[in-house]
């Protein structure tokens, strides 16, 4: 087969060469190539990824090639127009074997002989060359395939950031936009009996219309930066489930089979461990939804108790299975109930990027345990927000193990632009994968819908679409945001308020309080800035902190980047946050000092912002221990 391919492209390529090599490719297709980033038509990701955790999934990580293509010659002509064919990095051809066969032959690139670098992590650590690069890179590698009748084939991408155009056997499979979230590509028809070719474009730029847009305070890390699967499936197969505990104290099931047969198919749950069969049938459009009582040696998920339990969906021909927790959450006033019980959040803000002086945001379960063990045990804490963007699923798969409650949120931050209706269905599409892929988290708590977004008309209509487009997809959770606050002397005291109209939209509200580091506020008066909120509503303080360089201490006055001055900031700020009655959780920002192009004090930052409360190597600091002491105290005034 792979043979026939060869001919066939060797006849094109010879015609399109000698067109190429002649004068300018013809202007067929106009692909517009815009400063920051390339428009290239394309058919868009299937939404609802496959369960990659289900029977036949094949994990592709590994050594794959790798091309940089600074001025992204594979996607268009350097006249606009179709990429030249000897720049065509999807090309299905042996490019060697062809120049050796075709003198005229002119090819620009050789995957098959590129360098390769571990898949998956951030081309930030291919080589030190790339430590700044941001454009298009080029990746790819061979993969065998048995195929056998009556299946269906899949590749699914736990994330590609920023854009990903995805080629099998040279044709092109489709786009997907998004640093952060899962996306697949049905290829039952497209993967031959063999080897196959799988090529990936990744542009690491963002545009003013992106989700983030180009200015944030985090490194991009651009690349194949989660895991990649070649997922096989019966024809009929179980697209997605969702069992949870619903707020009536009953387990409910919804699942949908995808295929020919999905209508009127015997299903099942099955909870093992509990001895629970529970027997139904999916509906004309396959899908089946039904609940059933809570079994009573069912033990409640809570960050005490994180049970988890095998759950498994059976249809006629396939199997789904995941481990859930089972809990409930609901609001009462200023209180947050889990399990019925009022709770206070004992927890950290952390970006995804590992504890190590080179970090590759290679998020594997042993750098995700070290991470949010830091929290759970050295912190005394119980959440963990999740900044600013979808985590990989190893990270809340390991928070349901571990017992913290989760706050997830897309990367809505800052200068969006809220005039431009693909940024809302982008943002809405982000939130529909982060939706998919984790609501099957016991330890999801929160999705939020933004950070720090300035207040405008626009900018509300397009965050309460949203928060409309989060409760449409799951009303179980709690929607919150990073809202804007303003702070007025009022006879002698800094009163602050949440003037954000969008507050009132939200579950629970959110602010970042940077008093004593932003702003005029010196830090020994922040514990006396008082908070004046009319709201029924629980507040959790979702940032505060101190940029801290581990070598600058001992001075006799305190200053900014001295651990001493981080950490009274922290005892401030906790001190201040005590007199507020309808404070229900703290995740300081940030557990750990992490990489950011903003932060360039060349003795103190050197491109890291150093608020974290340890170091990037997992060094404490002071404040690490005064948050720790305090939660120690929380934990017993709470539990
Ligand atoms: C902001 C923002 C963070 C940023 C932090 C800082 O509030 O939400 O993303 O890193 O402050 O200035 O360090």
């Known amino acids: 087969m792979v043979r026939v391919n060869l001919f066939l492209a060797a006849v094109l390529s010879l015609a399109v060469l000698c067109l190429a090599a002649c004068g300018p490719v013809s202007e067929d297709t106009e692909s517009t190539l815009k400063t920051s980033t390339f428009e290239v038509s394309s058919k868009k990701a299937s939404v609802s990824p496959v369960k990659v955790a289900a029977q036949g999934a094949t994990d592709l990580s590994g050594m794959w090639h790798w091309s940089v293509d600074p001025y992204a010659d594979g996607y268009a002509g350097f006249h606009g127009g179709q990429a030249g064919y000897g720049s065509r990095r999807y090309n299905f051809i042996d490019v060697e074997a062809e120049m050796r066969k075709n003198p005229t032959a002119l090819f620009e690139y050789d995957m098959d002989h590129a360098k390769t670098a571990k898949i998956p992590g951030a081309w930030i650590g291919h080589e030190p060359e790339m430590r700044h690069y941001q454009g298009v890179v080029w990746y790819q590698r061979e993969f065998e395939v048995t195929p056998r009748s009556d299946e269906r084939l899949f590749l699914e991408f736990g994330a590609v950031n920023y854009k990903a155009d995805v080629y099998l056997n040279g044709e092109r499979l ?334 629970v509200l959110s602010v970042n309080t940077y008093d004593g580091w932003y702003g005029p506020v010196a830090v020994g008066d922040v514990s006396e800035i008082r908070w004046d909120l009319d709201f029924d509503k629980p507040l959790i303080f979702s940032e505060f902190g101190a940029g801290a360089y581990i070598g600058l201490s001992g001075e006799d006055v305190p200053r900014k980047f001295s651990v001493e001055y981080q950490d009274e900031m922290y005892r401030e700020t906790l001190e201040m946050s005590a007199e507020i009655p309808s404070l229900r959780g703290i995740s300081p920002w940030i557990l750990k000092d992490f990489r950011s192009p903003r932060r360039q004090h060349s003795i103190y930052q050197n491109g890291w912002n150093r608020k974290g409360v340890i170091t990037e190597t997992g060094e404490r600091k002071p404040a690490f221990h005064t948050l720790s002491e305090h939660y120690k105290k929380l934990a017993d005034d709470w539990e």
């Open 174 to 507: 489709g786009q997907h936009e998004g640093g952060f979230t899962p996306f697949s590509f049905e290829v039952t028809d497209i993967a031959i009996d063999g080897v196959n070719q799988l090529t990936v474009g990744v542009d690491s730029r963002r545009d003013w219309q992106s989700v983030p847009p180009p200015v944030t305070d985090w490194e991009t890390y651009g690349g194949i930066t989660r895991p990649v699967h070649f997922v096989r499936r019966p024809e009929t197969y179980i697209a997605e489930s969702w069992v949870r505990l619903d707020d009536d104290g009953r387990i409910r099931i919804d699942a949908r089979l995808d295929g020919s047969t999905k209508a009127g198919q015997a299903m099942s749950l099955r909870i093992p461990e509990l001895d629970i069969t529970l027997d139904g049938q999916s509906d004309a459009e396959g899908n089946w939804t039904t609940d059933m009582p809570l079994p009573a040696d069912l033990a409640l998920w809570s960050p005490k108790t994180p049970q988890l339990y095998t759950v498994e969906v059976e249809s006629a021909d396939d199997r789904w299975t995941d481990r859930i927790g089972f809990r409930t959450i609901a609001l009462n006033g200023e209180d947050i109930l889990l399990n019925g019980k009022p709770i206070f959040l004992r927890g950290i803000s952390i970006h995804e990027e590992e504890i190590g002086s080179n970090p590759v945001r290679d998020i594997s379960a042993t750098n995700a345990r070290a991470l949010l063990s830091e929290v759970k045990d050295g912190l005394n804490g119980n959440f963990v927000r999740l900044a600013h963007y979808p985590h990989s699923d190893v990270m809340t798969r390991m928070a349901d193990e571990l017992g913290l409650i989760v706050w997830s949120e897309i990367p809505v931050y800052w200068r969006i632009d809220w005039e431009n209706d693909e940024t809302l269905a982008l943002s809405k599409s982000m939130i529909e994968e982060n939706i998919l892929r984790d609501r099957n988290r016991a330890s999801i708590l929160f999705w939020s819908v933004g950070n720090e977004t300035p207040i405008s008309d626009r900018r509300n209509d397009f965050m309460n679409a949203l928060v409309a487009k989060t409760r449409e997809l799951d009303s179980s959770r709690l929607v919150t945001a990073a809202l804007m606050t303003s702070k007025q002397e009022e006879g002698g005291v800094l009163t602050a308020r949440i003037t954000d109209p969008l507050a009132d939209q939200l579950d």
